[in-house]
Structure formats: structure tokens, C-alpha cells
């Protein structure tokens, strides 16, 4: 579904790099997330943001920033990467009045 | 916080038969739960969702049951067809508390 997007797909990099990870949506949707998947953990909250003025810490925060720059957009960074950051990455949206997640196709990240 | 189990972490049924996914929830405040599908290559999708004033959902060859009492959750598949095979997640939540999901089943129909 296009309507969730992410950039970059992949994307390899070096340990103390500084990286940042894009989600925009054409949903209209106040509400966005950063979830990491790794394998047999599931998906855990990163930081999510219920408008363009509030951005909450999830389950695992430390390493990762957030940047809600529209309602259309929301960039999650990490300010200086290590190994165990290696994982795949996903955006999602929803609404106020529907908790029905819409997620994105996913970033999956390589940190060497 | 809210804490959701989740087994098996892997299923393999036969074209055909049915399958099995529970869910335990820890926070008896919770009263939203929706199961999720994720095919390779792809971000997960709603396929089904119940709230807690429903004991059973169906939608055409999968169903949700809840038991509040227990504070357990399920989904079962029937007729499952070689396109069922994904990875399933369950979650909960209540109010405007973000979604806790469980660990994942990686659920395989052998043709």
C-alpha cells in the first residue's frame, strides 16, 4: 500500500554513523509510529507521535530521535549506530477514532 | 505496563486444516485486540480485530475468540490455504495506549 512509504528500503552503514530513516503518508492521519522487528522479538515501539506538537518514547527509545516535520512526516534518527541497531524498521499511522495500524513496506538496516 | 505472550512461535499445518494462534494479556484494563498479518517482503496488515464487550469475530475462513476472564485471546484459521502462510502478530491496547504486540507466529500450510 502505497500510502505509507518509506526511504530508504535499505540501507547499510558503519558504526558511529549518524543515519535517519523517512516515513511520509498520504493518509491524512494525525497519529504516526516507529516500530523495530527483529527476529522472535515481534515488533516493539520505538516513539510515536499523536499530532505535529507531541512525540511520546516507546518501549525502546534509547539511541533513537524523532522528528514530526508535517502531519505527512515523521523521520526517526539514530544519532550514532551500533551493531545491535541492525534490524528492520517500520512506520505506521492510524487515526484518533480507528486504532487500525497502517504500516509501511519497511526499512531494513545493516549496522557494520 | 501491558505484556502479551504469544505461541506457538511456529506452526505447520496441512493444506486444508486448521490453525491455532493464542494470546495472553497481562492488563486487564485492556480492551481492544487485533491480529496482524505479515507477508514477506511486507509491512503488516489488519486482518481481524475484536473488542471486549465481543466473546467471538468472524470474518469468512478466520475467526477471533476472547475470554476476558482468562485474559487470553485467539485466532483460528480454518480451510487454510497455501496464501495463509505469513507471520501472524496479536496485540492489545486500551484507550489511547499504543499497541503491545506479541512475539510472532510464523505459521506454514504445506501443500
Known amino acids: 500500500d502505497a500510502d505509507v512509504t518509506q526511504t530508504p528500503r535499505n540501507r547499510i552503514t558503519k558504526t558511529g554513523k549518524r543515519i535517519m530513516l523517512e516515513c511520509s503518508q498520504t493518509?491524512?492521519?494525525?497519529?504516526m509510529y516507529w516500530y523495530r522487528q527483529d527476529p522472535g522479538l515481534g515488533l516493539r515501539l520505538i516513539y510515536y507521535?499523536?499530532?505535529?506538537?507531541?512525540?511520546n518514547k516507546g518501549e525502546i527509545s534509547d539511541g533513537y530521535s524523532v522528528s514530526r516535520q508535517a502531519q505527512a512526516k515523521f523521520s526517526l534518527s539514530l544519532e550514532s549506530a551500533i551493531p545491535n541497531q541492525t534490524a528492520l524498521y517500520f512506520c505506521?499511522?492510524?487515526?484518533?477514532?480507528?486504532?487500525?495500524?497502517?504500516f509501511g513496506p519497511g526499512t531494513r538496516l545493516l549496522v557494520l | 505496563g501491558e505484556n502479551v505472550e504469544q505461541h506457538p512461535s511456529t506452526l505447520s499445518v496441512q493444506e486444508g486444516d486448521s490453525a491455532v494462534i493464542k494470546c495472553t494479556y497481562s492488563?486487564?484494563?485492556?480492551?481492544?485486540f487485533p491480529w496482524y498479518k505479515q507477508e514477506l517482503g511486507k509491512g503488516p496488515q489488519l486482518i481481524i480485530d475484536i473488542r471486549s464487550n465481543v466473546g467471538e469475530k468472524k470474518d469468512q475462513r478466520i475467526a477471533v475468540t476472547l475470554n476476558k476472564t482468562a485474559k487470553h485471546f485467539s485466532l483460528h484459521i480454518t480451510e487454510t490455504q497455501p496464501e495463509d502462510s505469513a507471520v501472524y502478530f496479536c496485540?492489545?491496547?486500551?484507550?489511547?495506549?499504543?499497541?503491545?504486540f506479541g512475539k510472532g507466529t510464523r505459521l506454514s500450510v504445506i501443500a
Open positions: 492488563d486487564s484494563a485492556s480492551n481492544y
Open positions: 505506521a499511522t492510524s487515526t484518533p477514532y480507528q486504532e487500525t495500524q497502517y
Open positions: 507521535s499523536f499530532d505535529v506538537k507531541d512525540i
Open positions: 496485540a492489545a491496547s486500551y484507550g489511547n495506549t499504543p499497541l503491545v
Open positions: 493518509k491524512g492521519h494525525d497519529r
